[in-house]
């Protein structure tokens, strides 16, 4: 984390859980657990059907709401599809864009990911932009190269000033949803590379404004030391993200991370 020059973001993605009656006592339970002092912004990613009842329950809160995704296309013909205007109105801050799930069970592509990424961002919502590799990639020693090409993609044809307002995920397929998270210096070693491309394309400004997050196993056991890495921002958390108790530890693991100074030599000292 390096609360100096981005945020510290904490973003739960429920997936396809809960129900829209559960939202306020989920809310009012997270609340009460969640530290007195703000020390990271809070987010929680729901279904479309729980969006509404969780932005009222939410509200006068330190929470803020995100979707799980969104169409590409602006409003008209498109069954079952759900528009950026809709997102807005009822109060959506966030919205991921491009995870996993939807990108191998609904074949969204880099090129919809960079359509969203631009939408959303006129529309004033944050783009959480989900990239990662396969096991296999892994194996094969391609992860790096992978992701840069899917960071590349998404940010395709933004503005520095858009691209400071981009949240990107890391989440090695491998590691959602199934117990195996990273190591911190394999989640650190990626994020890392994420913001070294960020780098190339604009500058040392723009790359250590970005809040880059992991995701992937993230729990209440293993949250600190990954949020001890400099360039991990903090997470996107799916099933630790569903019981109260377990996303509030990883809150709070925000006010325990210490600040990691070397990082500020590091990225000082390229090219600014
Ligand atoms: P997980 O999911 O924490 O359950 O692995 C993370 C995600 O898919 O965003």
């Known amino acids: 984390m390096n609360r100096k020059y981005r945020k510290t973001i904490i973003a739960g993605n429920w997936k396809m859980n809960k129900l829209p009656s559960e939202a ?72 991921i864009v491009g995870h996993s799930e939807r990108r191998a069970y609904h074949g969204e592509t880099d090129t919809d990911v960079n359509v969203k990424v631009h939408k959303l961002l006129e529309a004033g919502i944050i783009p959480i932009i989900c990239v990662g590799e396969s ?30 307002r981009c949240v990107i995920a890391y989440e090695p397929i491998w590691a959602i949803g ?29 790359a250590r404004a970005v809040s880059i997050l992991y995701g992937g196993s993230m729990n209440a056991k293993n949250c600190d030391e990954l949020l001890a890495q400099p360039d991990i921002d903090g997470g996107l958390i799916g099933g630790a993200s569903l019981k109260t ?24 000292g390229r090219g600014e």
């Open 135 to 164: 096991l296999e990639q892994r194996e094969r020693d391609l992860t790096i190269e992978f992701v840069a090409y899917q960071v590349k993609s998404a940010l395709y044809g933004l503005e520095p000033k858009d691209i400071k």
């Open 24 to 95: 306020r006592s989920f809310v009012d339970e997270l609340r009460a657990l969640m530290p007195r002092t703000k020390t990271c912004d809070t987010v929680i990613c729901a279904p479309y059907a729980i969006i509404p009842n969780l932005s009222r329950a939410i509200k006068d809160s330190r929470i803020a709401v995100g979707a799980q995704d969104v169409s590409t296309h602006d409003s008209g013909a498109y069954t079952g599809e759900v528009n950026i205007a809709m997102l807005s109105d009822l109060g959506v801050k966030y919205c």
């Open 245 to 268: 108790a377990d996303f509030a530890r990883i809150i709070t693991g925000t006010v325990s991370a210490p600040p990691v100074l070397p990082e500020l030599n590091r990225e000082e």
């Open 178 to 206: 199934t117990g195996k998270t990273a190591t911190a210096e394999q989640a650190e070693e990626v994020c890392g590379a994420i913001r070294a491309v960020i780098r190339s394309m604009f500058d040392a400004r723009v």
